[in-house]
């Protein structure tokens, strides 16, 4: 069965850091481009960041560009996400999801998980 | 960054009618747009990828239309499963961008 599992999420204060994991079963997860997606309470999706099939091509967002870093280790079907200096405006459920198509990150996400939710609150 | 604008934002309908939403991008993305479904607590579904390409298993009263910078999504006969709120997305460039979803509504 194709999945994505989230875990790591939770409550955290304002400044610190939280892991986010995502794994993969099911298909080949070490061919294929993969996302972190956000959603704030009430709100629309929001891409976060992207990491290439082999870890060799990683972009962010503005608002995480410097606090946030997206990794996966192929061997361990994982993905993660390192957020650090977390702000209140970060509370959202994550999501990861999966490029389509294999060896490519340009590409529509047809595999999500099912999300973690992150509040950041003092 | 390209900027995607989705309408309406809301919009109230009844079973087996026919709804259309549609989503502007503010530059050329030829045909890397994408169209997801999302229920409460649940996550997003992919519907139609490629503008105009159904994902598997998607029922085929959904269909897609558009390249460019206009893009549509119909929904011909409208069923009590489809009430939920629908997203476009565009993978053209990056930062990959979604509408802002139209959320679809019992009348």
């Known amino acids: 069965q194709v999945q994505l599992v989230e875990s790591g999420g939770g409550v955290v204060q304002p400044g610190r850091s939280l892991r986010l994991s995502c794994a993969a079963s099911g298909f080949t997860f070490s061919s294929y481009g993969m996302h972190w997606v956000r959603q704030a309470p009430g709100k629309g999706l929001e891409w976060v960041a992207v990491i290439s099939y082999d870890g060799s091509n990683k972009y962010y967002a503005d608002s995480v560009k410097g606090r946030f870093t997206i990794s996966r280790d192929n061997s361990k079907n994982t993905l993660y996400l390192q957020m650090n200096s977390l702000r209140a405006e970060d509370t959202a459920v994550y999501y990861c999801?999966?490029?389509?198509?294999?060896?490519?990150?340009?590409?529509?996400?047809?595999?999500w998980g099912q999300g973690t939710m992150v509040t950041v609150s003092s | 960054a390209i900027r995607i604008t989705q309408s309406p934002s809301s919009l109230s309908a009844s079973t087996g009618d026919r709804v259309t939403i549609t989503c502007r991008a503010s530059?050329?993305?030829?045909?890397?747009l994408a169209w997801y479904q999302q229920k409460p607590g649940k996550a997003p579904k992919l519907l139609i990828y490629a503008a105009s390409t159904l994902q598997s298993g998607v029922p085929s009263r959904f269909s897609g239309s558009g390249s460019g910078t206009d893009f549509t999504l119909t929904i011909s006969c409208l069923q009590s499963e489809d009430f939920a709120t629908y997203y476009c997305q565009q993978y053209y460039s990056y930062p990959w961008t979604f509408g802002q979803g139209t959320k679809v509504e019992i009348k």
């Open positions: 999801a999966s490029s389509m198509v294999r060896g490519v990150i340009y590409d529509a996400f047809d595999i």
């Open positions: 530059q050329g993305i030829s045909s890397y």
